[in-house]
């Protein structure tokens, strides 16, 4: 009989096939698992999106109306079958939705019902008083769930206002703007509507931010952004890219239109702040398409590179063309 003899090395080699078989085998099971975990959080996502697009007041009675049903149903099963989860559905719906107000008044009506559900059921106590006490306490559990909940949205949405917003001048950060400029070049496809993009940048900013400090170079900022504000409609977008450039979309505005913005938007950065305060001038280059650019960054590159047009030549002006691809 023939012993079997390990070659040198080959022990290594079947202990690291081992290892990688292992790691492909424990690959292939979170490739399993992972989808049905993404799938789950896109479903959970959607649906609260879907509620925050919800007026309140629908959120709101609904969250009435479910408490109801629930007392209802609660009294009919008897005292023995626990509802107590189910009553802090609609507690926590009106308090995501409307707030804390929206939340407490929802966790009074939840109170109400379980102590008339358990009084239609039969529940008996040692003493009358045991009955309201039950249902004070469950009132306070039902309230401190929807403060909870109330401040912890309001924290969140002030979270995603923080992380889509610049944080000196108040206007959008530059993935923010992106992502508005993309939304928009998509709809204007769709809808054959013109958009105009403006791209600014201080005139001098650097020699001014040199010369009198940072803090001045943030208040001169806070001044373009105010100059913007006061131009600009609700509609339009306007973002701090960084530094001292700035950008503003414009949906549904064709070059006759965007002339009429740059001309007040000029105005505007001239007679911003007091009247000691240097004047404040930018360079601007001004992109209007009715043909649609394949990307963000092409519109961006082409307004930035007419801005710099300006800036060569002339600065405090506007430079307008139509986008040709």
Not at 104 to 115: M, Q
Not at 134 to 152: D, M
Not at 250 to 255: A, F, G, I, M, S
Request: proline fraction near 3%; glycine fraction near 6%; charge should be neutral.
């Amino acid at each position: 009989m023939l012993a079997h003899v390990d070659l040198p090395g080959s022990l290594e080699r079947r202990r690291a096939a081992g290892t990688k078989d292992g790691e492909a085998g424990r690959t292939s099971a979170r490739a399993r698992t992972q989808p049905w975990n993404v799938a789950r959080e896109t479903d959970i996502s959607t649906a609260i999106k879907w509620l925050e697009r919800q007026p309140r007041w629908a959120v709101v009675a609904a969250a009435l109306v479910l408490a109801l049903l629930l007392g209802i149903v609660d009294a009919l099963t008897g005292f023995e079958i626990s509802f107590a989860l189910f009553y802090l559905l609609p507690v926590c719906l009106a308090a995501w939705a409307a707030g804390r107000g929206a939340g407490a008044l929802t966790a009074v009506v939840c109170a109400v019902a379980w102590l008339i559900a358990d009084q239609v059921a039969g529940q008996a106590f040692s003493q009358p008083a045991v009955a309201y006490w039950n249902a004070v306490a469950r009132f306070g559990v039902f309230v401190v769930v929807a403060l909870l909940l109330a401040e912890f949205r309001r924290l969140l949405i002030l979270e995603r206002q923080l992380a889509r917003s610049d944080q000196l001048t108040g206007l959008l950060n530059r993935r923010a703007f992106f992502d508005v400029v993309e939304a928009e070049l998509e709809r204007a496809r769709r809808f054959s509507h013109p958009v105009t993009l403006l791209f600014l940048d201080i005139d001098n900013f650097k020699s001014f931010n040199d010369a009198l400090g940072h803090e001045a170079g943030d208040h001169l900022l806070e001044r373009v952004a105010g100059a913007i504000g006061a131009t600009i409609r609700t509609v339009d977008s306007a973002a701090r890219l960084g530094g001292d450039e700035f950008a503003i979309l414009l949906p549904e505005t064709d070059q006759r239109m965007a002339r009429v913005v740059g001309t007040r938007l000029r105005e505007a950065l001239h007679a911003s702040g007091p009247s000691d305060a240097p004047v404040l001038s930018a360079s601007i280059g001004a992109v209007s398409c009715v043909v649609m650019p394949d990307s963000v960054d092409a519109l961006v590159a082409a307004a930035d590179s007419l801005m710099y047009q300006v800036k060569r030549s002339s600065k405090d002006d506007v430079r307008y063309i139509e986008y040709a691809g």
